[in-house]
């Protein structure tokens, strides 16, 4: 069965500092992974994805993430964070064999502090 | 020009009405998604959609029946609700089904 797990619930991070928010995957067959960012009152948005291919994958507002099989992770990192950056962050997982179905992890708040 | 438009945005109802939330998306995507957010911010699959026909159907009770008019459509009716109903409803929609989601803004739905 797939399944998705963000072990921190909360990450504090100060303004310029690198982030990582991270995720790891349970799933048969190849992996679809993605990166949602959710701002309050607001729906997700797509930040990043990896289906195939080179391993670090970049995405929107700076973030990237590294697909890792070995460790079955994809945590999602910045450079330098931004107080704006403040938000939710899901990573979610899709296998071609599950019917394409995505299964959510439970979430992690980002507090960037200026 | 929003990509995912729902209506309404918020939704209090009482025990035992039925209920309905509209959703279109103006993106020539193939597949349509609702997703059910609790007060914990857990998110899950309900029902997912391509190109109309039915293809996830998660363990949902029967009161929430979607209804796919046409490929930019994805409407959610719900029966009876019920307290536990209480919950942030997104519709997203992608481009296949392998691809990452557009979702809407969300549908509050109070049940008291």
């Known amino acids: 069965a797939q399944s998705v797990a963000q072990p921190e619930d909360q990450v504090n991070v100060a303004e310029g500092n690198p982030l990582t928010v991270k995720c790891t995957y349970s799933v048969s067959g190849n992996p679809y992974l993605f990166w949602y960012v959710q701002y309050p009152n607001r729906g997700l948005q797509f930040l990043l994805k990896y289906i195939t291919g080179d391993n670090l994958v970049k995405g929107s507002y700076g973030f990237e993430a590294e697909f890792n099989k070995s460790q079955t992770s994809f945590h999602l990192k910045k450079p330098s964070a931004l107080v704006s950056d403040s938000a939710l962050y899901f990573c979610?997982?899709?296998?071609?064999?599950?019917?394409?179905?995505?299964?959510f992890g439970a979430g992690t708040r980002l507090f960037v502090k200026a | 020009d929003t990509a995912v438009s729902q209506t309404p945005k918020y939704l209090v109802t009482q025990m035992g009405n039925d209920k309905s939330i509209k959703c279109e998306q103006n993106?020539?995507?193939?597949?349509m998604y609702w997703y059910k957010q609790d007060s914990k911010k857990f998110l899950k699959i309900m029902f997912s959609y391509n190109n109309k026909e039915l293809i996830i159907n998660e363990t949902v009770p029967n009161r929430f029946s979607p209804k796919s008019p046409d490929k930019a459509h994805l409407n959610l009716h719900i029966n009876s609700l019920e307290l536990g109903d209480s919950a942030v409803y997104f519709c997203a929609s992608s481009q296949d089904l392998g691809s990452e989601a557009f979702f809407g803004q969300g549908t509050r739905l109070t049940v008291v």
């Open positions: 979610a997982v899709r296998a071609p064999t599950g019917g394409f179905k995505t299964i």
């Open positions: 993106l020539g995507h193939d597949t």
